[in-house]
């Protein structure tokens, strides 16, 4: 069994394998160039080469001086084998890579002496050999070495040029620098001639030396610097320093949370995957204090400099007004516009506004989509078949509603009727005014008034339900209304066509007296049970006397529920008679009405009284009298008369 330890050991054995590699040196115009040149004598791609640069080439400065690239390269010393090892008892195939880089060394000859510079190995690859560097400085005639130093420098490859030695200088064959600024002063190139026997190669500090002495003293490349030192390249420009480019500022400008473009439709896509083209999302509702839109301030610019030192000034970037329109304000920080109210946000003329009401000036259809709206809308033509419209204010129809989902917090206004087609629903948190009502599901807050005839319909009105016009009939359905139901004609002399009139019954209220009594008949069936259980265990202690332990513990724990439970009916029952108090006062005002007659067939419930009509009323009112419903003569309910007056009866005539 092979330990992970001994495994990395054989991939290293087979990565010294793989030392015995062929070395190509190639040339060419570029780089690249020379890479594929030895990637097709080695028949290895560029990417597995290990390369080093002899001589640098240059493109050419200024129309000369051209040089092509020269390389040393070889296979790269990365190994990814696969070896199969049972390790633990397990059988795997491990993949290990290993990337191994050899130590270097640098030896140069500054104005101090004689210098050296040693870089570590990579993983596995090979330290620099202190003999090889020994005969080094032998070929170049240096014979005051300090061994000590050699030793330790080679030992500790710190990458850093450390004095070894002394030499014997001729100043007059140092190295030249020469320096060009180029590129309107935005570039500096250093020109390297190399030196003679006994002459100092260019250090860092001298070249940083050159260079401020020509008035270079910005942007210096210190890789490039570095660079060089470690590899000179003699005769051809290098770039050891660059200028900064002055960057301009930003302006400022509005970034908007909404969308400015009001001609882009967006439709999304649902769950499974279908889109709803009714759902256009055309209107874009905000709610009061909610973020519209921010000032994002203009960027400072940033000052450039040239490798001379001279700054090149930048911009700033250009301030931007906020420009507030209808019912927005600017937030604390000056710079965020927040909604007075909810209602649409708009864009016009570079304003930011929240308009209450929304107008649709055609047809609510496929071309608007369906309509949700946080305020009032105003549609001038009408809401077709399928379509929805919310809106958290009123919403008004020049038109007509046809088989649609209308609903509004305020009231719904229908100019030329509401045709139901047995579906969709029209619902007012206050009231529905309309010129007609057929086939239709209408339920208001408050009143339904209506100035022609409810034909088939479905109405509740959690108070009255007017239908006072030319033409106000009530035939078939069922309508329902806590104080009052009022037409000209209800009923039909058609046989088969049921009309249901229910007054004096509160929906509300009976909704939360039902669920009281529900309660009140679960607690009961709970008190019938412990007084079973009770009365079971008074003829168990009768015939023993004395009760067990865990049978006189279940004793008092069914008083206790008994006592608690009874306390709890007792709540419930006066918030019975309390509902029921109120709903027998209801009761008490509410009225059915014909101001021209009521024909027989027609249904009448007043409260949970039923009278079906056998005979035809002319001018009657329909009142519950001691749980009886009795007929009176008809007078004309005139605060009725004026609220419907006030409120649009007239809404038949689109005005």
Known sequence: MIKFPELQKIMKRQLEADRMIH????????????LNEVATLLNLSVSHLEYEIVERGFPGFLGAAKKQWKIRAYRRLTAEKQTTVQVDHLTETVTAQVVEKDGEFFIHLFEDGVNLKVTPPSNAGRPVSLDYIRQVLKTRNISDIFEDTLALTVQEAQGVYVQVGKFERKMTNDSMIQVTVADQDMKAFINVIPP??????????????????????????????????????????????????????????????????????QIEEKSDGSVDFKDKGMVQNVVKDQ?????????????????????????NGKDTEIQLGANVHLDTDRETILADINGQVMLVNGKISVEPVLTIQGNVDIKTGNIIFLGTVIINGSVEDGFIVKAEGNIEVKGTIGKAEVEAEGDIKAYKGITGRNGGMIKA????????????????????????????????????????????????????????????????????TETICEAGFDPKLKAELDVLLEK???????????????????????????????KNAAMIDLL??????????????????????????????????????????????????????????????????????????????????????AAGLRVGSGE
């Open 23 to 34: 070395t190509v040196e190639a040339s060419g115009t570029t780089l690249d160039e020379a």
């Open 196 to 265: 003679g026997p006994g002459g100092c190669d260019p250090s860092a500090s001298t070249i940083m030396t050159v260079l401020k002495a020509n008035r270079v003293v910005f942007g210096f490349d210190e890789n490039a610097i570095s660079d060089f030192v470690d590899r000179p390249v003699y005769k051809i420009p290098v770039l050891v320093a660059e200028g900064r480019k002055p960057v301009n500022g930003r302006d400022a400008y509005i970034q908007y949370n909404f969308e400015v473009d009001t001609s882009k439709v």
């Open 291 to 315: 973020p519209l839109a921010k000032k994002i301030p203009a960027e400072q610019g940033v000052d450039g400099k040239t490798v001379l030192g001279v700054y090149l000034p930048a911009s």
């Open 429 to 496: 948190g206050k009231s529905v005014y309309a010129s007609f009502v057929e086939n239709a599901t209408v339920d208001a807050g408050d009143s339904v008034i209506v100035s022609d005839g409810i034909i088939n319909s479905q109405v509740v009105a959690y108070r009255r339900i007017l239908c006072q016009g030319k033409r106000a009939h009530i035939v078939g359905g069922h309508l329902k209304a806590t104080e009052e139901i009022s037409a000209k004609v209800i009923g039909s002399a058609v046989s088969g």
């Open 520 to 550: 009140k008949k679960a607690l009961d069936q709970a008190l019938n049970e412990i007084k079973l259980n009770l009365e079971t265990l008074a003829k168990l202690k009768k015939l023993m006397d004395e009760l067990p332990e865990d």
């Open 560 to 645: 206790t529920q008994r006592k608690l439970l009874t306390d709890e009916s007792k709540l419930l029952t006066d918030a019975i008679m309390q509902k029921q108090e109120e709903m027998n006062e209801a009761a008490g005002q509410a009225r059915i009405s014909a101001s021209e007659r009521i024909l027989p067939g027609a249904k009448i419930i007043l409260r949970d009284r039923v009278e079906k009509i056998q005979t035809e009323y002319k001018k009657v009112s329909f009142v519950l009298e001691n749980d009886i419903i009795r007929p009176q003569r008809y007078e004309e309910n005139k605060e009725a008369m004026a609220e419907a007056e």
